[in-house]
Structures are given as structure tokens and as C-alpha cells.
């Protein structure tokens, strides 16, 4: 079993669409956990970061944490074709001999048509 | 103004040849990573370097080996190139090891 698993899609909604993404994870040990936007041939960028469980906001995306469920979600409102991309969750731990590792998902390709 | 680049973008090589990529970051961080991505878009850690100390080597074969020279810079020679080897090389680099990391556009590498 995979330390994190991602829906790998693809995923196709139309402009305006609620999107959700989500990954599940099995190592308790992670804390921190991220989010990252990958468009064709570039690097991936980071959308969110969070640490503690519940939802953060930035703008028209919510990432929320569930540590005891051990699922992270990524919300995107109002989506726009720029949106389509390929998301990866990332999570990490803060000590140990795996401190600065980040465990990365499989991305979920997203297509937002207009 | 790039904060993470990576040189060359794309290398075509042949099976038995050694090559290296080099990375280099304007943002003052300390951490430096080599991620390894697929052709399915799975990342996965090579290697990081905090203050020119080595501080993650994963499973890597042998023939991989980085080198930083200081802590903006950190490349990545590969001795005795495989097939196995084509892949997306990026480098990354963050503040602290608990931080976001930035991403360079990656190497775009393929053994023929």
C-alpha cells in the first residue's frame, strides 16, 4: 500500500464547477501537509500549506485536513479553465530521519472546459 | 526573475553515457532537493542537501551522484545512463526543511 494514495482522475468539469481532490494517507506521522499545481512542462507551484486539521481559505481554494481520518481534500469554487492543471497533494513530517521528505500523491489531472 | 533553474531543460543521451544537470536558486534558502518524476507525473525524493550537508539519500542507485558546492547550488551527475533513467529531474529548494518548496521547470532527460 502506497503512504498516500490521490484519485488519480481525470477529472473534466465545465467553468464554474465546485471541484474536489482528495488524498488519503496512511503514515500518522505526517504533519504538514501541501498542495501543488502542476501545468504541462513546468515545475509544480504551491497553492496551500497547512498544518493542523480543519479548512484553510485562500481565495477560490479551501484545503482541508482530516488527521484522524487521515484524508486531505482540496476545494477549487468557481473554476476557470486556467485551473486545469495536474494537482498533487504532498505531506511530510517534522523530525526524525524523514524530516524534510515530502511523500507526494499521483497527481489528479483536471480539465476545466469553457 | 527565476528563483530555481535548472540547466539543461532538455538532454538526449545514449545508454552508457555520463551527464549532469545543474541547479541553482536565487532565494536564499538553505535546503536544496533532487525529486525524480515519472512518466505517470509520480514524484519522488532522490536526495537533499541542507548547508552543503547531505541530509535525505533515498534508494538511489550508486551511479547518481549530487554535489553542492554551496548551498545555492546543488547538481546532479549521473554516471552510466540507462533507459530506466528517462524521467523529469527537478530541483527544488526550500528555507527550512518543514517549509514549502519551489520548484525549478525541471530536466527533461531521455536515454536512447
Known amino acids: 500500500q502506497k503512504e498516500v494514495e490521490q484519485d488519480p482522475g481525470p477529472l473534466s468539469v465545465p467553468e464554474g464547477a465546485i471541484v474536489s481532490l482528495n488524498c488519503t494517507y496512511s503514515n500518522s506521522a505526517f504533519q504538514y501537509f501541501m498542495w501543488y499545481r502542476q501545468y504541462s512542462r513546468k515545475g509544480p507551484e504551491l497553492l496551500m500549506y497547512?498544518?493542523?486539521?480543519g479548512n484553510k481559505e485562500d481565495g477560490r481554494f479551501t484545503a482541508q485536513v482530516d488527521k484522524s481520518s487521515k484524508y486531505i481534500s482540496l476545494f477549487i469554487r468557481d473554476s476557470q479553465p486556467s485551473d486545469s492543471a495536474t494537482y498533487l497533494c504532498?505531506?511530510?513530517?517534522?523530525?526524525?530521519?524523514?524530516?524534510?521528505?515530502?511523500?507526494f500523491g499521483q497527481g489528479t489531472i483536471l480539465t476545466v472546459h469553457p | 526573475d527565476t528563483a530555481v533553474s535548472q540547466t539543461p531543460k532538455y538532454l538526449v543521451t545514449q545508454m552508457g553515457n555520463d551527464k549532469s544537470i545543474k541547479c541553482e536558486q536565487n532565494?536564499?534558502?538553505?535546503?536544496m532537493y533532487w525529486y525524480k518524476q515519472d512518466s505517470k507525473k509520480f514524484l519522488k525524493i532522490m536526495f537533499s542537501?541542507?548547508?552543503?550537508?547531505?541530509?535525505i539519500n533515498e534508494t538511489v542507485p550508486n551511479r547518481f551522484s549530487p554535489k553542492s558546492p554551496d548551498k545555492a547550488h546543488l547538481n546532479l551527475h549521473i554516471n552510466s545512463l540507462e533507459l530506466g533513467d528517462s524521467a523529469v529531474y527537478f530541483c527544488?529548494?526550500?528555507?527550512?526543511?518543514?517549509?514549502?518548496?519551489?520548484f525549478g521547470n525541471g530536466t527533461r532527460l531521455t536515454v536512447t
Open positions: 504532498a505531506m511530510g513530517v517534522a523530525g526524525g530521519t524523514s524530516y524534510g521528505k515530502l511523500t
Open positions: 542537501y541542507n548547508n552543503k550537508e547531505l541530509i
Open positions: 527544488a529548494s526550500s528555507q527550512e526543511r518543514n517549509s514549502p518548496l519551489h
Open positions: 497547512t498544518y493542523s486539521s
Open positions: 532565494l536564499g534558502h538553505d535546503t
